[in-house]
């Protein structure tokens, strides 16, 4: 039998009427489908506690009071305080392996099967109010987070029969079935669970499993720093990389070639993907784990960090019918996700967009994604050579690598395409200098070159801890500026918190430089001018330099110099 709608179950609690009811829905209509209990408690036409009941009422669970309750250390244990945080559950009771959690959201049914695929366990749900689950996580988990990944690693180095086993195992005494039985055992599943979730709240890009001589690091990188964990015991390397091959459906016997794998997590709702890379080294495996985590990465050209003035050019530009945009930089410098906002914006009913990219890292909905795959021949230019008979309006190749991709995409654009790619270099005008050297004409990079940015990512400093300070003789000749230049402007820096882990920085932003193809850059193109010719044009032009740029967000407070002098380098 179905449930009853939430609205209704308010209705037959007495909570609202019918007249209450109407106005919820079209509320809810105008709202865009936000959950109507939340929009009756916006309303004030009833109260959390109100709220949980109903919820109860409807799903058939019990309503608990969790600030009555003492839960015992031993079932806070069940569940890390990342994993709490993140899910907003609290544990209540353990027995006969079946953990009872209070939620707020019950009817969110994916989170029971997700935290039972974490933990290997059955979950039972009742329901508290959000009120309520806030409190507890303050009461219960409110420690540092270094403290509880020692706990779990302490507890493993307490575990005899753990250890002796990952000893065999490490030695090579365990059969194929031991070793997989031992990387399933709840201590080597709940620290991995752990290091995921912290990666994953941290909105880290990769998490690195390093075997040495004498130790197993685990490395966290975040905002493109990487930051040491407390190391698990060194017996234990290869069973947590046992663990993670298993999760990413790799070979668990072959340790002798490399191997890349894919994990697939819901994580609070959303899909998370794991990009795994498995490494043979002398002393072990090494595995990285690239963190594809969708909902952190903003696919809208507003958050990307452009200036309004640069955000009306570029956009004038994608709007163009053909032609190639290029964005370029280092690994690591956002490219890919600037020009997925792009698409993103672009992607509408009436115009077909299609990709190839090495490998494809987010998929987005109405867009036509082909992943490379060079072992059997398909290349990004033999990709390229498919996509146009497939009838597209925009096209992005994931990168421009040789002369016959650069070709194919020349001759894209020249047909009616839009072209988006990337290129590896320092900045913008020597990209017109590298498709030179490519091979490609200078006419025929005349007549398709729309727009070329170059991008960096630079730190944020942390907004809980940010102060003003008054930058150093040393600090100011790197950026060849005099105490006079900086006369009535401001310097910020964080000083370091919990929010930030003691760095002074929090999250990332782009600085950008872009250079707009007029007639004047393409006769100086024509005539062969040099990088630094058509820098100082295009600068004549109006284009900002990526230093210049990035002192713009210095000013602003949003970075600091030193990460805009690592970042860039002055123009000569």
């Known amino acids: 039998m179905a449930a009853r709608r939430i609205g209704q179950v308010l209705v037959d609690l007495g909570y609202v009427d019918e007249e209450q009811l109407e106005l919820l829905i079209e509320e809810q209509l105008q709202r865009g489908g936000e959950l109507l209990g939340q929009i009756a408690i916006s309303m004030n036409m009833i109260t959390e506690e109100q709220l949980a009941q109903a919820l109860a009422e409807q799903l058939g669970l019990q309503v608990v009071a969790i600030s009555d309750l003492t839960i015992p250390p031993d079932v806070l244990s069940h569940l890390t305080e990342p994993m709490a945080q993140l899910y907003r559950v609290i544990p209540l009771s353990f027995r006969n392996d079946v953990l009872t959690i209070a939620m707020s959201e019950p009817q969110n049914i994916s989170v029971l099967d997700e935290l039972r695929n974490f933990l290997g366990y059955q979950i039972r749900a ?30 493993m180095e307490d575990d005899k029969d ?53 130790e197993f690091k685990i490395r966290i990188k975040a905002d493109g720093t990487l930051y040491e964990m407390v190391p698990p015991p060194r017996h234990l390397a290869s069973a947590i990389t046992t663990r993670i091959k298993v999760l990413a459906n790799l070979d668990i016997a072959e340790k002798r070639l490399p191997q890349d794998g894919r994990i697939r997590l819901m994580v609070a709702g959303h899909p998370v993907d794991f990009r795994v890379s498995v490494l043979p080294t002398m002393f072990g495996e090494s595995v990285v784990c690239r963190i594809l985590d969708k909902s952190v990465i903003s696919l809208d050209l507003n958050n990307v960090g452009m200036s309004e003035d640069l955000m009306s050019q570029f956009r004038e530009v994608i709007q163009k019918p053909n032609g190639i945009v290029l964005v370029t930089g280092p690994t ?61 309006d925009k096209i ?150 990526l230093r210049d740029a990035g002192m713009a967000k210095v000013y602003e407070g949003v970075t600091t110099v030193d990460e805009v002098v690592r970042e860039t380098v002055l123009e000569t």
């Open 396 to 545: 992005l190749v994931g990168e421009i690598r040789d002369r016959e991709t650069a070709e194919i995409a020349v001759q894209a654009s020249l047909t009616g395409h839009l072209v988006f790619s990337t290129l590896h270099t320092n900045d913008a005008p020597s990209t017109i200098t590298r498709l030179r050297d490519m091979g490609i004409p200078e006419f025929l990079i005349t007549a398709t070159l729309q727009a070329i940015l170059a991008q960096r990512l630079v730190r944020r400093i942390c907004p809980e801890c940010r102060t003003v300070y008054h930058p150093t003789e040393e600090q100011l000749a790197e950026l060849e500026l005099s105490p006079r230049d900086i006369e009535g402007k401001s310097f910020y820096q964080g000083a370091g918190c919990v929010a930030c882990n003691n760095t002074g920085y929090k999250g990332r932003t782009a600085i950008h430089e872009f250079l707009l193809v007029n007639d004047e850059l393409r006769e100086m193109i024509i005539h062969q001018a040099s990088a630094g010719d058509l820098r100082k044009a295009a600068q004549r032009n109006g284009m900002v330099p």
């Open 126 to 155: 009742v329901v508290a109010t959000p009120h309520e689950i806030e409190a507890a996580l303050e009461r219960y988990y409110a420690t540092d987070q270094g403290e509880s990944v020692e706990s779990i690693i302490s507890s």
């Open 162 to 214: 753990l250890l002796s086993q990952a000893m065999a195992a490490e030695q090579g005494d365990l059969d194929l079935a031991s070793t997989e039985a031992l990387s399933e055992s709840a201590p080597v599943r709940k620290l991995l669970n752990m290091v995921f979730l912290l990666g994953i709240k941290d909105h880290a890009s990769d998490i690195h499993f390093e075997p040495f001589e004498d």
């Open 332 to 392: 690591g410098s956002g490219k890919t996700t600037t020009l997925y906002a792009a698409l993103s914006e672009l992607n509408t009913i009436e115009d077909k967009l299609m990709t190839t990219e090495d490998p494809v890292e987010y998929d987005i909905d109405g867009i036509i994604q082909m992943p490379i795959d060079a072992e059997i021949g398909n290349t990004f230019a033999q990709c390229l050579r498919s996509i146009l008979r497939q009838d597209p």
